[in-house]
């Protein structure tokens, strides 16, 4: 039986082969979706439009109608797919077709010198009968095509293809530009056109004009292409009612079809020729696959159509509630005004720009970062006006551009730029281990500030190097709190971040707390030490490279130790304790318990005993090796 399946399913690829070798000048836009990797909004966090379903092209084909399979084909948590979904019980079956938004780490993504296309790069195990086109077809739904899952693998030959294999799976997508993102376009939901649909069908699904679509995909879209739906929030999706009777297929319909299609087989090969069976393998087989579709479709016939919440709101009802959310604090900062900024920043020229969206300008002969945001930028402000503490950014004041609510936060310019750029860029001045501890604990002790001394507690969410800025003394300052939280210990489901600062229990399941900084903020000690990055150039996380480092005796510890670390301190004049000492935190840190992870206070304990150590010896001009306690 085993063997004669495997015949089936290789029929297919040879099939499905010539089929497509032959539709592919038919097909647009089948190698991806062209992006510029210099674009300043790089990666972003967006979604797909999904819709569950029990495939059925392979011998135990996964059955993707439950959120914990469909979640494992995105590498996301259930949670993750739920929430935007507006699905309450997570571990109870889908209905087939039930509509759900996956989200995506969409990137642009440079292939070779002329060309760029933006995907969320998906890893996929092949099984025993998948091919490239069947895995994007019908698991993926069209979400990809096998051509340009042909690009993205260069080194991995489709015919060839064993269980087990890794393959990645481009899933198109696109993140929205300068434009887009000042017209209020959050995300460009990635959909594949059906052949029900069309663009004002699914623009009314969306709640948007039909012709914002067109402007973003033009009108000749194609059936089973992707397009790309702006919306800045996303509609609530109905919750379709379980249909009682009505379980897809039980597992004893599908025993006896699988065992029609066996005889068939058996009966095809004592008759005919090989390539004969071939082609009969594959009428019965998709005669099963449409008898199946049809039987469904009359199961869920009673099914309501579905129908989207209108989506769009209109935008003067935010501008208000900004304006009403800030109003507590005007007395607080400055209130600039958008002339003053334009002035300040040469219209908000490509000269001033810093990094992302922040620009310098000069008020009154003092020297400003202005941020630009949308209107969310009220979050911030909120946290903001709440912390006060030398080790974190001070914001000055602000500014709300009453003709396209656009916010400005105006902070105090820190001249020396972030510590990612110390770590990895100058490669000329190499920061020292007396620095960089100290720079340590002044990110240990602006966080323990807000962990501990704010009410409610404010979870940064985004400690990174490229988040702590150096002054003029390379005192550290935490900056960016533009995704910060307060509150703890809550779920979101909106996963936003930087890959390699993450912790394990957010990225899977949304659970924010102040433990995720503590993670982060090991990552970030993990790079002092290191010098290196906190995902490599194979995409490898730094954390986890740190787990054996301090294991076995004292001279195995300062031999992996000196391998390790950043090559500087071999002529630093620092001890191996302290060195050794911090890393021992920040390996507590990075622990993927977050029970397990000390609390800020710790930290800025530990560190600082570290640090009296450390300079109490170096001050002396002592041979730190020698006089190590
Ligand atoms: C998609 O294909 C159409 C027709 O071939 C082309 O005009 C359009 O530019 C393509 N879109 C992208 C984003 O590559
Ligand atoms: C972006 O890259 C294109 C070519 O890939 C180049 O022509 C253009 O000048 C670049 N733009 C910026 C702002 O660097
Ligand atoms: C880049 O890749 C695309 C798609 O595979 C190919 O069509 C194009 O010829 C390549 N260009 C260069 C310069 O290699
Ligand atoms: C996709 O991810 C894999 C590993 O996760 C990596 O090896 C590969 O280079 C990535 N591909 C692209 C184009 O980013
Ligand atoms: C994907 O597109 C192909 C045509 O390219 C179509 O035959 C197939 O039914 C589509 N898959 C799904 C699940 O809609
Ligand atoms: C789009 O489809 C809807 C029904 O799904 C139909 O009422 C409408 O006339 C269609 N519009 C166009 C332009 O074909
Ligand atoms: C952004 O995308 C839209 C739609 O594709 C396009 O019309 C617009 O010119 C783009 N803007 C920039 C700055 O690239
Ligand atoms: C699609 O666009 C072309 C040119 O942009 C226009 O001539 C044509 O009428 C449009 N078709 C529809 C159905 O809107
Ligand atoms: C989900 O959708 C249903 C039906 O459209 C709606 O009544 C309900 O309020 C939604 N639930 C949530 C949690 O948004």
């Known amino acids: 039986m085993r063997i004669k399946l495997r015949y089936l399913s290789s029929s297919f690829l040879l099939l499905f082969f010539l089929c497509y070798v032959q539709s592919q000048e038919f097909l647009p836009n089948t190698t991806g979706y062209t992006c510029s990797p210099n674009q300043t909004t790089n990666q972003c966090q967006t979604y797909a439009f999904y819709r569950a379903s029990a495939p059925n092209y ?42 759900l938004f996956v989200p995506l780490t969409c990137s642009c993504n440079t292939l070779n010198t002329s060309y760029s296309i933006s995907f969320a790069n998906l890893s996929y195990t092949i099984v025993q009968g998948d091919t490239f086109y069947l895995v994007s077809t019908y698991l993926y739904l069209n979400l990809t095509t096998y051509q340009s899952v042909m690009i993205v693998n260069p080194t991995v030959v489709p015919t060839e293809l064993e269980a087990g294999d890794v393959v990645q799976f481009p899933i198109f997508c696109k993140c929205p530009n ?49 397009i790309f739906v702006p919306v800045t929030r996303l509609p609530q999706l109905p919750q379709l009612t379980q249909p009682d009777a009505a379980t897809p297929a039980s597992p004893e319909a599908g025993k006896t079809e699988r065992k029609g ?7 095809g090969l004592a008759i005919c020729g090989v390539l004969l069976v071939l082609v009969t393998g594959m009428l019965i087989y998709s005669e099963v696959i449409l008898k199946k579709r049809r039987k469904r479709k009359s199961d869920d016939a009673e099914k309501q159509k579905l129908q989207f919440d209108k989506g769009g709101k209109g935008f003067k009802n935010m ?66 006006q709440k912390v006060n503490h030398g080790n974190l950014v001070r914001l000055e004041g602000f500014c709300i551009d009453p003709e396209d609510a656009n916010c400005y936060l105006i902070y105090e310019y820190i001249e020396n730029g972030s510590l990612h750029a110390w770590l990895h860029e100058n490669n000329n001045k190499k920061l020292n281990w007396k620095t960089r501890l100290r720079i340590a604990v002044d990110v240990a002790n602006g966080l323990q500030y807000i962990h501990e001394h704010t009410r409610p507690r404010v979870v940064h969410k985004d400690i990174k190097s490229s988040n702590v800025l150096l002054d003029s003394n390379m005192r550290a300052k935490i900056a960016n709190f533009g995704l910060a939280k307060s509150g703890c210990n809550a779920i979101t489901m909106h996963i936003v971040g930087t890959q390699g600062y993450m912790a394990p229990e957010y990225l899977a399941d949304g659970v924010v707390s102040t433990k995720m900084d503590v993670f982060s903020f090991g990552v970030v000690l993990l790079e002092l030490l290191s010098g290196k990055e906190a995902v490599d150039d194979e995409g490898r996380a730094l954390w986890t490279s740190v787990g054996g480092i301090l294991e076995g005796n004292e001279e195995s510890k300062v031999k992996r130790m000196k391998e390790w670390m950043d090559v500087v301190f071999l002529q630093d004049t620092c001890s191996m304790e302290s060195l050794m000492s911090v ?47």
């Open 261 to 267: 299609v066996n005889t068939g087989l058996a009966i």
């Open 178 to 226: 300068e434009t887009q993102l000042q017209n209020q376009v959050s995300y460009l939901v990635s959909y594949v056109l059906q052949p029900s649909d069309n663009l004002s069908s699914v623009a009314s699904m969306f709640g948007i004009e039909t012709q914002s679509i067109i402007d973003v995909n033009g009108n000749n879209s194609q059936t089973f292409e992707t």
């Open 319 to 384: 501008e208000v509630n900004l304006m009403a959310d800030v109003s507590d604090c005007l007395d607080k900062y400055k209130l600039f005004n958008i002339e003053e900024l334009r002035a300040a920043t040469n219209d908000f020229s490509e000269d001033c720009l810093i990094q992302g969206s922040v620009y310098k300008g000069f008020i009154n002969g003092e020297v400003y970062a202005i941020k630009m945001m949308k209107w969310n930028a009220c979050e911030e402000l909120k946290i903001l």
């Open 583 to 629: 890393t021992d935190i920040a390996i507590a840190c990075v622990h993927r318990d977050p029970s397990k992870r000390p609390s800020m206070v710790d930290i800025v304990y530990a560190l600082c005993k570290s640090d009296d150590l450390f300079f109490d010896i170096s001050e002396d001009g002592i041979d730190p090796q020698v006089n190590a306690r």
């Open 58 to 99: 392979r011998a135990s084909a996964p059955n993707l109608l439950d959120l914990a399979s469909i979640g494992d084909l995105f590498s996301v948590s259930r949670l993750m797919i739920s929430n935007p979904s507006n699905i309450s019980s997570p571990s109870s079956p889908l209905i087939q077709d039930q509509p």
